[in-house]
């Protein structure tokens, strides 16, 4: 089953303790899309400028990615520029140029309107309304947000997750947004706003799946190699959604196992700049990571 | 089979978001102590003053904890005095009078030193030596430490280390004495010194368990109420340790059960002022926390 993302494709320079790479392929919305099509088939909506190089349309073109909801406007790319010292948790954001995205209005295709797996990538969240006005009927809405709109549009935030089933977010973010420090108390106090679960991003500390009956956790894969974190959440989601749609349940043990898929994704990315490390994956890949994360968290009841 | 334990007993008054305690039970030695004493037997070494109230060496009588090495001397006891505020993940030490813990000197009883499993405290990595030296062949020597040792005695903490099994240490710790920020590189730096494994203990992310060819990792409890994370780390390295002295076993499958016993006793730990708590207890409230934690970590990989 197909899903519609919603989100950023940018244009990053990124600087790292292990080195730099200047005007890479970057985006919310194309490290959710790379990650995801590993699953399922991903339909991309976002915005680009006429400066966007041919050969980032071919990576998006190559994971089978449909691009006729990505709009090419007069003008240059979304660019982002930040670095990471080394505890890599926390990115430095150095100059972000909206450009193109500034005036971005995500107009749905007609044949992406029947679309029932809908992520909703870190947009403002009056144009993430926008987007669900045009989608009919899906099974699971997933949307993301950031500091910048809990902190400026909070109301219009909240109006938005009454229609969303999962709300991904980081930790810090959480807090702010309930304006709680618990994350348990944190999670019932989101939840009365509309949404079913909460997936909760922990950078190195991996994720928290928290429902209103169950919570799963699982870590972040302990890689001796981490590179760029850049676009690990969005990895994460894609992995996570990818997995949803594709089996088609919203089952707690694959609700568990999407939260795997989320973080073996994500612990992929990680490992090189760009979507270098996540544009080279195959099935056996990462099947075989997803038993390293069973490996890393086993353990048997007594007897 | 039973675990000496070296470490202090202290008096804490302790301020949290939630309340506050005066001259409450505390100390390293006494949360190890305690949450050891569910698992296996546990003799105590350390000192205090004669303040020491009669009904704090009742409690720990009650757990059976075997006090002929608690020498009692002229003075004061250690005392701590610290708050927390809400992310309570970072204890801000108000006062501490180290009384008569400043001139401590370890003399363990004869019936002590054939204990075959060893927990060093938090002390003086000279201190925890001369308690290695005094003991006959043990068959599993874990030890914790802290920032002051890392930066005050260093070439002492390596020696010490050389004869220690298992280092049970914070993770800002770990990269502070390995000078290596990557948790996965930084415990092979500390293995070159003489440790088989390390427990790293990661606050409310839970720990992780790096041996030389395996790594498990343990998500901390997620509580809707946290009261006072004091002693939480001594918590778990008790039910850790008295774990592994009950099974009499160094398996893989033991090692990760002990680290789930340990964060079961961190959590409950935290749920209340000083060991309030965690002499409450029995095995059926341990056990049931234990089969929690499976079903917050478990998920089954694809048929």
Same mark, same amino acid.
């Given at each position: 089953?197909?899903?519609?993302?919603?989100?950023?494709?940018?244009?990053?320079?990124?600087?790292?303790?292990?080195?730099?790479?200047?005007?890479?392929?970057?985006?919310?919305?194309?490290?959710?899309?790379?990650? @995801?099509?590993?699953?399922?088939? %991903? $339909?991309?909506?976002?915005? !680009?400028?006429?400066?966007? /190089? #041919?050969?980032?349309?071919?990576?998006?073109?190559?994971?089978?990615?449909?691009?006729?909801?990505?709009?090419?406007?007069?003008?240059?790319?979304?660019?982002?520029?930040?670095?990471?010292?080394?505890?890599?948790?926390?990115?430095?954001?150095?100059?972000?140029?909206?450009?193109?995205?500034?005036?971005?209005?995500?107009?749905?295709?007609?044949?992406?309107?029947?679309?029932?797996?809908?992520?909703?990538?870190?947009?403002?969240?009056?144009?993430?309304?926008?987007?669900?006005?045009?989608?009919?009927?899906?099974?699971?809405?997933?949307?993301?947000?950031?500091?910048?709109?809990?902190?400026?549009?909070?109301?219009?935030?909240?109006?938005?997750?009454?229609?969303?089933?999962?709300?991904?977010?980081?930790?810090?973010?959480?807090?702010?947004? @309930?304006?709680?420090?618990?994350? %348990? $108390?944190?999670?019932?106090? !989101?939840?009365?706003?509309? /949404? #079913?679960?909460?997936?909760?991003?922990?950078?190195?500390?991996?994720?928290?799946?928290?429902?209103?009956?169950?919570?799963?956790?699982?870590?972040?894969?302990?890689?001796?190699?981490?590179?760029?974190?850049?676009?690990?959440?969005?990895?994460?989601?894609?992995?996570?959604?990818?997995?949803?749609?594709?089996?088609?349940?919203?089952?707690?043990?694959?609700?568990?196992?999407?939260?795997?898929?989320?973080?073996?994704?994500?612990?992929?990315?990680?490992?090189?700049?760009?979507?270098?490390?996540?544009?080279?994956?195959?099935?056996?890949?990462?099947?075989?990571?997803?038993?390293?994360?069973?490996?890393?968290?086993?353990?048997?009841?007594?007897?």
């Amino acid at each position: 089953m197909s899903i519609l993302v919603v989100g950023s494709v940018a244009m990053d320079s990124v600087k790292t303790p292990f080195g730099k790479i200047d005007n890479a392929l970057g985006g919310s919305a194309t490290y959710f899309s790379v990650s @995801a099509s590993y699953f399922s088939p %991903v $339909k991309l909506v976002a915005v !680009i400028g006429e400066d966007f /190089p #041919k050969k980032y349309l071919d990576v998006l073109k190559k994971h089978d990615i449909d691009l006729s909801g990505l709009q090419k406007v007069k003008g240059k790319t979304f660019r982002w520029k930040g670095q990471y010292t080394y505890d890599l948790n926390q990115a430095e954001t150095l100059d972000t140029q909206l450009n193109v995205f500034a005036h971005f209005s995500p107009n749905i295709p007609e044949q992406y309107k029947k679309s029932e797996y809908v992520f909703l990538g870190n947009i403002d969240p009056e144009l993430q309304l926008e987007v669900l006005k045009q989608v009919k009927n899906p099974k699971l809405v997933a949307c993301d947000t950031m500091n910048y709109w809990i902190s400026s549009k909070k109301p219009q935030l909240i109006k938005t997750l009454k229609k969303v089933d999962i709300l991904v977010i980081n930790e810090a973010e959480v807090r702010e947004l @309930a304006g709680e420090s618990n994350l %348990v $108390k944190a999670s019932k106090k !989101i939840f009365s706003w509309g /949404p #079913k679960a909460l997936v909760i991003k922990r950078g190195e500390y991996g994720a928290l799946f928290v429902g209103r009956n169950h919570i799963f956790s699982a870590p972040a894969y302990p890689l001796e190699k981490v590179f760029d974190p850049t676009g690990a959440g969005d990895s994460f989601a894609g992995g996570f959604m990818g997995y949803l749609a594709k089996c088609r349940s919203l089952e707690d043990h694959d609700l568990r196992r999407a939260i795997v898929f989320g973080s073996v994704m994500a612990s992929f990315n990680v490992e090189d700049f760009s979507l270098n490390k996540l544009r080279s994956l195959d099935w056996e890949k990462i099947t075989d990571r997803f038993h390293q994360f069973k490996k890393l968290t086993h353990f048997e009841v007594l007897k």
